[in-house]
Every structure is written in structure tokens, then in C-alpha cells.
């Protein structure tokens, strides 16, 4: 995807209005609001330290949380100065609005090199409605902008698309590697492709399935979505694990298209089920995993596939040369229901001659939990937004970059 980066410019001397994503997890510990996990600050210092580098003023701004345009204590980014201050090895100013006389005089009085956090955008409810006069405010601070902020890049928001239309705006480096790997690389990829896709509902992730279709050489289907799948070939019954009749003709429809392609589709042949489950509690009653084809019992419920399906995703995905993972393999947040996730993404781990690329979500926490993020070749810092770029859709924060 040839957009502009802030190699293709010259950003010496200039004030440069960096879009982020510094929505980080905050916990209040013995009256101090502390940042409990760091990693998108830190996906963010190739930017900026390549701008501080070339000499640019370096002007950055993010959402936090959900405050719906009002200001809470709780979700202002003031501790985010401190820490990234801290990695950077430089000051950090903190201005306590995203726009507004602080906020101008701030950035019209830095020098070459200096960085300026502005207050969380969605302190103004103009932020979420991509309000132009709130666009215009955070666009009169600098004179580029610089979008980096890749897991916002699917709103049409004021810092993330409406900016844009009041300075030249290129991609930060986080940005470019999303769309080298979610995108271009997706393009032509390296074959055998192969495609595994899990989560909750087939609705959910029929627009990726549809487009990947066409490119993939096997689609994987695991998590919810796969029984579903599993009644229309198999005709087993499903007791209550996760299905709707309304989704059975969207299924049928991608068999159908996956024969027609000569698109291998993998799907599950056993399952971990359990006859209580608890999401909200995290608990689950008496387990066992089902024989090969075998129904799910009436007041039993699948959640997670079973050593049988690891088995026979294994064969395929050793012999990838791209592979691709979107969504889990069954409920992983709970310990029990983990193995079959964690197993595959060992799995991919463990093939170094293919490019792995795990398209955000919870397939990105599932692999964190799992310990094998040093052995993927990317990771998506995207849920919704890698979602849709693989549906093929347009993602207003990248059509409002310059075209190379």
C-alpha cells in the first residue's frame, strides 16, 4: 500500500502532530495511577525517535479509554509523560488540553527535537464525531501530520482522519510495518498460504473469510464459529455450544466457494466439552474431549478443539510459507479450555520457514500468554482495525495518508 512515511519528507525543524495509540491499561496502587503494561508506547519509539533524530518537534496524541467528552481524572494520559519520558531518556512535556491556548503556546514555543504529550482527545465529545472545528484546533499546532496509530486507523475520528484534511499527512513507521504485513505482503504471499481463523461467530468473520479465499491455498476454522461448520458437513449435534440457524447459510456459502476456488478448508474433528460454563466467573464444571465426529451431548458445550484437530492443523501448518492467525481456537482466557489455542501456537512458532503474521485481537494475547511472541515474524497491534483491512475494506486513517 504506497503511502507516504516520514522518510519521504523532510520534518527538520517542523512541528510534527503525531497520532498514537497510548490506550493503555491504568490501575490506581496506593493512590497513584500507574501504567500497567507499557507495550504501546513502546511499538511507538521507532517514530519518534527517528523524528526526535532529524531534528522535528514532535507533538503526539492518543484517545484513552472511553470517557464520551468528558474529562475524568482517571483517563487523562498525565502518566504517560513520566514513562515515556523514561524511555526515551528525554522530557516529556504534558499539556492538560488537546487544544486551546496551553496547548498552542506549548508547541509554538519548542525547539528541534523536543516532544509534547497532548491530553486524551476523547476529552472532547468532537473527537468520536470527527467534529472539523476539534480537527482544526489539534491540526493549527503543528504543521504535518503523522499517523501511527494503526489500531485506531478503522474510526474516522478528529485526530485520526480529520486532521488530515488540514496538513500534508504521511505514516509513522508502526503504520507502514501494519500495512507491509497485513496488506502488501498478504497481496502475493509466500505458498502454501495458510489461513487460520477463530472466534465466536461466523457472521463475524465471514468478510475475512470471503476475501481470503482468494488468495489463501487452506483456511483453518477454529474457536466458535467452527461448529457451525462442523453441523453442515458432519451433521453432529451440538448440545449448547455457540450456534444460530441464521448462520448456517453463510457457512454453506463459504464451502461452497472454498470448493469452487479449490481452497483447501480445515475444520474441527474433536472438541474439549464441558457440561457447565461460566465466562464471567471464568469457571467451567466436568470436561472431556469428544472421539473423532463425535456429537456434542444435550447440556454439553464445546470450548476448545481437541488433540485430534490440533493434529491435523499441525500437518498443514508445517508445510505454510506464510501463515496468517486471526482469533482463538477456543475459550483461552480460561486455563482448561487454553490447550488447543496454545498448542497451535506452537505450532506456528515452531515452523521459522514460514512468515507468521498474527492479525491482532486476541490471537496477540493468546501468543503473549503463550510466551512466543519473539518467535512470530509480526504482531498485529489491531484488533478491529487489522480486521477490516483484512476484510479488504478502506480504513479512513489510512486513506487520509498521502499516496507516494
Request: aromatic share 6%; net charge negative.
Given at each position: 500500500?504506497p ?35 507499557s ?6 519509539l ?7 533524530e532529524?531534528?522535528a518537534?514532535i ?74 472545528t ?48 497485513l ?6 504471499p ?14 463475524d ?26 453441523k ?27 470448493k ?8 474441527p ?59 482463538p ?35 496477540v ?6 510466551g ?10 489491531g484488533g ?21
Amino acid at each position: 500500500m504506497p503511502k507516504k512515511t516520514i522518510r519521504d519528507i523532510d520534518v527538520s525543524g517542523k512541528r510534527c502532530l503525531v497520532r498514537v495509540d497510548f490506550n493503555v491499561p491504568l490501575e490506581r496502587q496506593d493512590g497513584q495511577i500507574v501504567i500497567t503494561d507499557s507495550t504501546r508506547i513502546q511499538e511507538t519509539l521507532p517514530t519518534i525517535k527517528y523524528l526526535i533524530e532529524k531534528g522535528a518537534r514532535i507533538i503526539l496524541c492518543s484517545h484513552l479509554g472511553r470517557p464520551k467528552g468528558k474529562r475524568t481524572p482517571d483517563e487523562s494520559l498525565a502518566p504517560v509523560a513520566p514513562a515515556l519520558a523514561a524511555l526515551i531518556g528525554r522530557p516529556v512535556a504534558f499539556a492538560g488540553d488537546c487544544v486551546g491556548p496551553e496547548a498552542k503556546e506549548l508547541a509554538m514555543s519548542m525547539g528541534d527535537g523536543d516532544v509534547l504529550l497532548l491530553e486524551n482527545t476523547r476529552f472532547h465529545a468532537g473527537e468520536e464525531a470527527n467534529d472539523a472545528t476539534l480537527a482544526k484546533g489539534m491540526a493549527d499546532l503543528a504543521e504535518i501530520f503523522v499517523n501511527d496509530a494503526f489500531g485506531s486507523a478503522h474510526r474516522a475520528h478528529a485526530s485520526t482522519a480529520g486532521v488530515a484534511d488540514y496538513l500534508p499527512a504521511v505514516s509513522g513507521l508502526l503504520m507502514e510495518k501494519e500495512l507491509a504485513y497485513l496488506h502488501d505482503e498478504l497481496e502475493t504471499p509466500q505458498r502454501p498460504f495458510v489461513v487460520i481463523l477463530g472466534g465466536a461467530k461466523v457472521n463475524d468473520k465471514i468478510g475475512v473469510i470471503n476475501r481470503l479465499l482468494d488468495k489463501a491455498d487452506t483456511i483453518i476454522i477454529g474457536g466458535g464459529m467452527a461448529f457451525t461448520f462442523r453441523k453442515l458437513v458432519e451433521g453432529i449435534t451440538l448440545g449448547n455450544s455457540l450456534y444460530k440457524p441464521e448462520w448456517e447459510p453463510i457457512a454453506q456459502a463459504a464451502l461452497d466457494k472454498a470448493k469452487e476456488r479449490g481452497v483447501k478448508m480445515l475444520i474441527p474433528v474433536d472438541a474439549l466439552i464441558t457440561d457447565s460454563f461460566d465466562f464471567g466467573a471464568k469457571t467451567v464444571g466436568n470436561t472431556r474431549y469428544t472421539a473423532v465426529g463425535e456429537g456434542i451431548p444435550d447440556g454439553w458445550e464445546g470450548v476448545d478443539i481437541g488433540p485430534e484437530s490440533v493434529k491435523l492443523f499441525s500437518e498443514e501448518i508445517a508445510k505454510a510459507k506464510t501463515v496468517l492467525w486471526n482469533g482463538p481456537m477456543g475459550v483461552f482466557e480460561i486455563k482448561v479450555c487454553a490447550k488447543g489455542t496454545f498448542d497451535l501456537a506452537e505450532v506456528i512458532a515452531a515452523n521459522q520457514d514460514a512468515k507468521t503474521i498474527i492479525g491482532g485481537g486476541d490471537s496477540v494475547k493468546a501468543v503473549k500468554k503463550a510466551g512466543l511472541s519473539d518467535k512470530m515474524t509480526f504482531i498485529s497491534t489491531g484488533g478491529g482495525a487489522s480486521l477490516e483491512l483484512l476484510e479488504g475494506k478502506i480504513l479512513p486513517g489510512v486513506a487520509a495518508l498521502q499516496d507516494k
